[in-house]
């Protein structure tokens, strides 16, 4: 495989017009620091988990783990439990729909503001600017803990699931409408200014149009991401599968576990299949069956509707954010949240669980990436594949489906069960949750990659999987560089999750303070979180224009 940073260096140093000799050395150079460091970074990493430094494995565990595995197939099945299960699954759908729909619209709105390309000269407007530098902090916060002091001011109540799922994505869907509408051609616009039209008319009727089946896209995908944040909400007490699915965890009764893990699987299958539908929308054939829902103007109708329908069905009182009772609550919190605890004691019993969580989020990803890649290569539907091929494709996929339907916090317990709790379940747990995500979306790469190179392997007489690895794995190096990349910044946000469950990283700090009711010690957790997570950002933002160029 053809290394990135090299190919890019050489890239840039031939067009400025550099003899080939220097850019050739430099690049090997540069190849050899970024191997070096990455070395560096492995070996930090591993000594912050633990790995070799105490005991990780416990034995005793793997009976339980039997059992949980083995309870899959023998789920409890009673008609309370399937009432139980209707309502909760009801639930999960309600809060996913409205908190999409939020998220969705809200983001398009501001979006729109927040873009370069509605203005003549790219440049941001003030209140653009300030949009975006509101969405950082909003976006880098997880649900979770978005949950958490939600519902220390509105109680137990739907809107605090719903505001939690729906305020961080509206801030990262704020970032990816703005990118898609800067993504599209400019030529429509600048003839339409040309034309006597302003602003707003040329970026509605020349760019708007463009982006608007990868609009209709996206929001799908987030429609996926909302089923699964949904669940996790579970954790700290919002009805519906998740909730369910802890609260068995806590007897424990697995059996019980699968009665409410299998409903939560399907529910992210027929997502997964609706938002698949919509995204390869532009690359079918309009008068194929199932036209309607590949349409996404007529898509985002339905979710439209369907909000207004989950917000009945929740029972939403929007005054209930204005009442007596909050601003009460509200007072409460500014109280005892402000000011955070940044005091030197404090800050140097933060500073090894901050370690442990950029540990955590790397190491996360490296476990991922070992499952996804391979996972990716046979689940691709390549053309001119055999009956053994596409059964094992199916069988892959459903794997993937899997692990990424499970909740992370679940596969933090699944963990615990046999490794000692510290920051390495954690790892492993968000590992295996993120090689689900990854494993997905680098199996479309390669489906979308030129098929002409593999095609010219199986005529050569390679195998089809040998042909699939040696085509497709250079031509899908930048896309995975992206995506890695990009699940870093995700996952750097998710060990709140598996940290809280496995006792790891600042997550387990935040379960402790919480437990002492210690809430400015908290505030000062979230900030040490947020600046984290805010560096990553920008490392990963970084990496990815100095690889891809």
Not at 124 to 139: D, E, F, M, Q, T
Not at 425 to 431: I, K, N, Q, R, S
Request: glycine residues 8%; hydrophobic residues 55%.
């Amino acid at each position: 495989m053809t290394d990135l940073a090299e190919s890019w260096f050489d890239v840039t140093l031939i067009e400025a017009g550099a003899p080939r000799t220097r850019p050739h050395r430099r690049a090997l150079r540069f190849r050899w620091v970024w191997a070096f460091l990455a070395i560096v970074l492995l070996v930090w990493t591993v000594g912050e988990l633990g790995v070799g430094t105490r005991a990780l494995v416990n034995g005793s565990g793997f009976a339980e783990l039997a059992k949980f595995i083995t309870a899959s197939y023998r789920p409890s099945v009673s008609w309370d439990l399937a009432r139980a299960v209707a309502d909760a699954t009801l639930i999960t759908l309600a809060y996913a729909v409205v908190a999409t729909a939020l998220s969705v619209f809200g983001g398009l709105a501001a979006g729109v503001v927040t873009t370069r390309a509605r203005h003549d000269n790219l440049a941001l407007s003030h209140v653009g600017r300030v949009l975006r530098l509101l969405a950082i902090p909003i976006r880098g916060t997880h649900e979770v803990l978005w949950a958490l002091l939600l519902v220390n001011v509105l109680g137990i109540n739907p809107l605090v699931a719903v505001i939690a799922i729906a305020l961080p994505f509206g801030a990262v869907s704020t970032r990816v409408f703005a990118e898609l509408f800067e993504a599209q051609p400019r030529e429509p616009f600048e003839s339409l200014r040309a034309s006597g039209a302003s602003q707003w008319q040329a970026f509605f009727y020349g760019i708007f149009p463009g982006a608007a089946r990868d609009l209709g896209s996206y929001a799908f995908y987030r429609f996926e991401c909302a089923i699964r944040s949904s669940a996790v909400l579970g954790i700290v007490g919002a009805a519906g599968l998740g909730q369910e699915i802890f609260l068995s965890a806590l007897q424990p009764n697995y059996r019980e576990m699968w009665t409410f893990i299998w409903p939560l699987i399907a529910l992210s299958a027929a997502a997964d299949a609706i938002s698949s539908v919509v995204r390869r929308s532009g690359r079918s054939d309009p008068g194929r069956t199932a036209r309607v829902i590949r349409r996404p103007t007529v898509a985002l109708g339905f979710l439209f509707v369907g909000a207004a329908a989950s917000w009945w069905e929740l029972r939403i009182s929007v005054p209930t954010l204005w009442s007596e009772r909050t601003r009460k609550e509200f007072g409460f919190v500014r109280d005892n949240f402000l000011p955070p605890d940044l005091m030197t004691d404090h800050l140097k019993v933060l500073w090894p669980a901050a370690r442990q969580t950029v540990a955590i989020s790397i190491g996360s990803i490296l476990i991922s990436l070992v499952i996804a890649v391979p996972l990716a290569l046979v689940t691709a539907r390549l053309p001119d594949t055999g009956p053994l091929r596409r059964l094992v494709s199916w069988l892959g996929r459903v794997v993937l489906l899997i692990a990424r339907a499970i909740p992370p916090a679940v596969w933090a317990f699944l963990a615990v069960l046999v490794l000692f709790p510290g920051p390495l379940p954690a790892t492993v747990a968000l590992g295996l949750y993120n090689a689900g995500v990854l494993g997905r979306l680098l199996a479309e790469v390669f489906e979308n990659l030129d098929q002409r190179p593999r095609r010219a392997l199986r005529a050569a007489g390679a195998r089809s999987l040998a042909a699939s690895a040696y085509s497709t794995l250079p031509q899908a190096a930048p896309s995975f560089a992206t995506y890695s990349l990009y699940r870093w910044e995700v996952a750097m946000r998710e060990t709140i999750v598996v940290g809280v469950a496995a006792a790891g990283g600042i997550g387990a700090h935040i379960k402790q303070v919480m437990a002492a009711f210690a809430y400015d010690k908290l505030t000062a957790s979230v900030i040490v979180l947020l600046a984290i997570t805010a560096l990553v950002d920008v490392l990963s933002t970084t990496l990815r224009r100095r690889l891809l160029g």
